[in-house]
């Protein structure tokens, strides 16, 4: 059985799968092939129903309970010290910042919004995420969301950080921001649905046990991250809670997708399923 499974191509992924696509683990009659895009695109073709599994945005998911559940493996969280960032080209104020234009990188992930839960008002344009850094730098906009390797990289661009929204979530809510996750169609049903969990989550477990062999099948996705840089950004999001979401997880995936609703960014109640 071929299992068809979409995620971006960033270090964080490229860890957490390195033992599928390298055939680590014993996966049984069930066999993985990988399709590497950004996160938007992934968001997008999902509401399709394109792949068996995919990342996804959580923001994205409220759009796709009809054709897929959450695995209960795979999620990426913000913590209490870091998440996507905001920055701008020059010093701003918050308030300054919320006035001007914010390039993001796609209006289904779930930097979009959070963003738009600090700040409703905000004017967005929409920019590949590995050029926002650049778009910001020169002038393009006059600020950006950054998500993925850029996080710990916009100094050198000279870039101000204005606010980091994984901080300011765990300030109002004590709980991980919920970025990503991994989803599986609802229509491979529950037997399959639960062997592939159990792929996934013992992927997971081996890149976290071996981490420097899957560090350095993770490094050539990093865009030129030197090792300790690249190691310190797959251990914020390649950790314990993308063994499993835990309780808190689930908490915070619920209270991000009710708060979108209520705030009217998500048109409709979202009941997450997790399965796997």
């Not at 979401?245 to 708060?259: D, M, P, Q, S, W």
Request: aromatic fraction near 8%; include cysteine.
């Amino acid at each position: 059985m071929v299992i068809r499974v979409a995620h971006s191509p960033d270090a964080d992924d490229a860890f957490m799968f390195y033992a599928l696509v390298h055939n680590k683990v014993d996966t049984g009659e069930r066999r993985y092939e990988h399709e590497l895009q950004d996160i938007e695109t992934l968001n997008r073709w999902a509401l399709d129903g394109r792949f068996e599994v995919t990342a996804v945005s959580i923001h994205a998911y409220a759009y796709l309970t009809d054709k897929y559940a959450l695995l209960s493996s795979g999620a990426s969280m913000g913590e209490a010290t870091y998440g996507p960032r905001l920055v701008t080209s020059r010093q701003m104020t918050p308030a300054e910042a919320a006035g001007v234009t914010i390039a993001v990188p796609g209006t289904m992930t779930t930097a979009y919004l959070a963003l738009k839960l600090w700040a409703p008002e905000a004017k967005t344009v929409t920019v590949p995420f590995d050029s926002i850094p650049e778009a910001v730098a020169t002038g393009q906009v006059e600020a950006g969301v950054l998500i993925h390797e850029a996080q710990l990289t916009y100094a050198e661009q000279q870039l101000h950080l204005v606010l980091d929204f994984g901080a300011w979530w765990h300030e109002r809510h004590g709980l991980p921001l919920p970025l990503g996750g991994n989803v599986v169609r609802r229509d491979l049903g529950a037997e399959k649905i639960a062997a592939i969990g159990a792929d996934l989550k013992a992927s997971v477990r081996f890149a976290l046990e071996h981490r420097d062999e899957a560090l350095d099948y993770a490094l050539s996705f990093s865009g030129g991250l030197e090792r300790g840089r690249g190691d310190e950004f797959v251990g914020m999001y390649v950790n314990e809670r993308t063994v499993d979401y835990g309780e808190e997880g689930r908490a915070a995936v619920r209270l991000l997708l009710r708060e979108g609703c209520e705030k009217g960014i998500i048109p409709h109640a979202v009941e997450p399923e997790f399965v796997g």
